[in-house]
């Protein structure tokens, strides 16, 4: 029916920079709200940045991110984006996105998930 799929992690230094992406694709109607978390080594899943659908795409994001990682979406492409920046070890994490899916066969959305993207922050 639906997937999503991140791409873009990897292993970085710290001070620099990656950009995630995640594509959803399927009988897509249409995306409400998309969203990146991450969960690192022992730790619970986390939300780190949100947007919103329509005109503005209103942004949210967590403290530990704010300032340094940006949030934005393609409607054209169903996808969403996570530029990352001044990258730090405790970064580290696999980061997942999310997104509210209405399909074709549906009038009401519905989450899906990604199966995440490493990414690790080591010099």
């Known amino acids: 029916q639906v997937q999503l799929v991140e791409s873009g992690g990897g292993l970085v230094q710290p001070g620099g920079s990656l950009r995630l992406s995640c594509a959803a694709s399927g009988s897509i109607f249409s995306i409400n709200a998309m969203a990146w978390y991450r969960q690192a080594p022992g730790e619970q899943r986390e939300l780190i940045a949100g947007i919103t659908s329509g005109n503005g795409n209103s942004t949210n994001y967590a403290d530990s991110v704010k300032g340094r990682f940006t949030i934005s979406r393609d409607n054209a492409k169903n996808t969403v984006y996570l530029q990352m920046n001044s990258l730090k070890p405790e970064d580290t994490a696999v980061y997942y996105c999310?997104?509210?899916?209405?399909?074709?066969?549906?009038?009401?959305?519905?989450?899906?998930w990604g199966k995440g993207t490493l990414v690790t922050v080591s010099s």
């Open positions: 999310n997104a509210d899916i209405v399909v074709t066969t549906r009038n009401y959305g519905v989450v899906y």
